[in-house]
């Protein structure tokens, strides 16, 4: 028997109840900002009588299917392909992340000589507080700044849509609180991107999962979704970093292209083109799937060069999304790509394949270990890249040449202008590799190979939450 509404509304209350009160108990008290209206919470003693107290009086008044036989009930109802149990699935992952890094600061330590800035002495509250997460949170803090001069570090190099969001969220976790210090804030702000990133990679798991269903079966769907979880890079999903929401994007702008649900295909498109510099180039791969689909389509010519002239706006939202914050950076620098002129500040200059063949001639003198015992870091990126590389025929044979695209014109530019610097993070995004791979990896192979790749990823998460530099 269903639970009347006021019995329902009560077991809501004390289940939010208690879970403000693990939350206060586990990381202390905050303030909540809802607009002109701002929420306390700071004993959890008061929280769990609260919750204790509704329970015990719905049961007297309403004894029949209580709360906990309903909590049971709900999940064993769950089916394991449900997209609450594959977004809860991807959730774990992402907190066991989190869990290894807050570990691995306390036992491993920091490396002192790379940290590059500290938001509090609390490692927890600090815990996001790393790399570029310090630009990304200054932005939701602060807004853009431009200095006149394009030969240091500055924020307009960093796109707009998370630090958008990031400001958003923040007010939800204090990160405005008046009176606390700006540096506490700010790592309420960070924390808000993690909240972020680990529901925008939820909600990319989902589709994900169904975007799998459609190409390479039912059966292989999971198994996708399992090996983007544990691959090594993939503990940027984690941070308070872009990873997430791009991933989301792409996936979800390629899963409605593929269904010409057009609006929100551009929607999509256009939000990855307004999180990241590369999001743009989605572009081009969203463009080729269009023609792929004129190719296999049938019926009168003017209806199909018509569905293709709309499928070809549709793929453009990337471009317009980047062009959009480019009109922004010309009135705020007076360069249109000012952005891009940036990227030099962090060692992005083009070089075409001399990265390349840098790494070929330390090969060629030091031997293979030596050459990666040299440079650890850069190693660790370049095999993501081989990985990738490695993976662009499977996913043209199985997925097609869309898909493949999408590979190359995330990592080649980057390549070419900047070596192999950041390319693990880089590669974390490219979908396809994970449903291709999943789709021709034997059954056998599969548990072992996530097991290898979620124990490279615990390797760096500790690597990069203790300030190693794997960025």
Known sequence: MKPPAWVRLCDAVAVVAACLAAFVILFGSFVASLGPAQMSVRSPGRLLFVAA??????????????????????????RAD????????????????????????????????????????DPLLNLPARFDAGWYGGIAQEGYQFQGRFDRQQNIAFFPAFPVMMRAAGHLTGGFEPGVPPLWRLA???????????????????????????????DRAVGALALLAAYPFALFF???????????AAVAAFYHFRREEWLRAAAWGLLAGLTRPNGCLLSVALAVLALDQLQASRGPAD???????????????????????????????????????????????????????????????DGLLHALAGVPFDSLNAVGLLFALAMVWPVTRRLGPAWAVFIVINVIPPLMA??????????ATLFPIFLALSAILPRRALVPTVTAFAIGQGL????????????
């Open 418 to 427: 900047g070596g192999v610097l950041s390319m693990g993070r880089v590669t």
């Open 53 to 78: 107290a509704l329970v015990a009086i719905r049961h007297v008044a309403f004894p029949a299917n209580p709360l906990h036989r309903r909590f049971i009930t709900w999940l064993r109802a769950r």
């Open 82 to 121: 449900s997209p609450a149990a594959i977004a809860g699935a991807a959730l774990v992952s992402r907190i066991a992340v989190l869990l290894v890094a807050y570990f691995a600061v306390l036992t491993v330590g920091l490396f002192t000589a790379g940290v590059g800035f500290e938001l509090s002495p």
């Open 238 to 248: 984690s941070a308070p970093y872009t990873e997430s929401v791009f991933l989301l």
């Open 303 to 365: 209806t199909r060069l018509r569905r293709v002239a709309i499928a070809l706006a549709v793929a453009s939202a990337s471009g317009i999304g980047m062009l959009a914050y480019s009109t922004y950076v010309h009135q705020l620098t007076g360069a249109w790509f000012g952005w891009a002129r940036l990227h030099e500040t962090w060692g992005r200059s083009f070089e075409g394949l001399a990265p390349v063949a840098r790494g070929i001639g330390r090969i060629a003198n």
């Open 460 to 471: 760096a998460a500790v690597l990069f939450f203790t300030w190693r530099p794997l960025f």
């Open 188 to 218: 309420r702000i960070l924390w808000a991107g993690v909240l972020l990133s680990l529901a925008a990679f939820a909600w990319a798991a989902v589709y994900l999962v169904r975007l799998a269903r459609d190409t390479i079966g039912e």
